[in-house]
């Protein structure tokens, strides 16, 4: 249920991202996760808690108020086989995020909207909510950003969408 929760919030950032760039508020929210976000995290009721807890010390926005009520939902996530993929995907979002946090840091407007379009179906696509072959999605999102500005955006993670990641998951 939470690791559900923690993709979809993930989700709507990207996207708020990807349409308000230079908001100071998403600057801090990534911050937010980012400083929460470790490669030993167990995603429960605790640890959700805690990273609410830090987001609601950034201004008050309409973007933090869905991020925070995604976050709090409950609801039933029968996804045992989904939870390994959240905690594979953990270092590649880790990733992600310094990543935005970095081109932010850089103020280059047309590269944080290019990265935050091409990762933001990534956690539906660990949830499985988005259906599509794996590779093809490493081609047609994930490396949008590296075919766009010459990069090697995520190259180290390229063989959990050849390897790791199903090719289908329904």
Known sequence: ???????????????????????????????????????????????????????????????KTKIISILKKL???SGATKIEKIYKS??????????????MDQEETEKIRIMASSVHNYPSFILGN????????WNLHISYYNRTFQSDFMNDWKYLFIEYYPKYDK
Do not use: G
Not at 90 to 103: F, Q, R
Not at 130 to 136: E, G, K, L, V
């Open 130 to 137: 988005y259906y599509c072959n794996s590779i093809d999605f």
């Open 75 to 77: 609801r039933l996530f």
């Open 1 to 63: 249920m939470y690791a559900k929760n923690l993709m979809e919030s993930l989700f709507y950032l990207f996207i708020f991202i990807r349409s308000d760039p230079k908001n100071p508020v998403l600057y801090n929210l990534l911050k937010k996760y980012q400083s929460w976000l470790h490669k030993d995290l167990v995603i429960n009721y605790r640890s959700i808690n805690k990273l609410i807890n830090e987001l609601k010390l950034v201004e008050d926005h309409p973007y």
């Open 90 to 103: 953990i270092e590649p979002i880790k990733y992600i995020l310094e990543s935005l946090i970095n081109v």
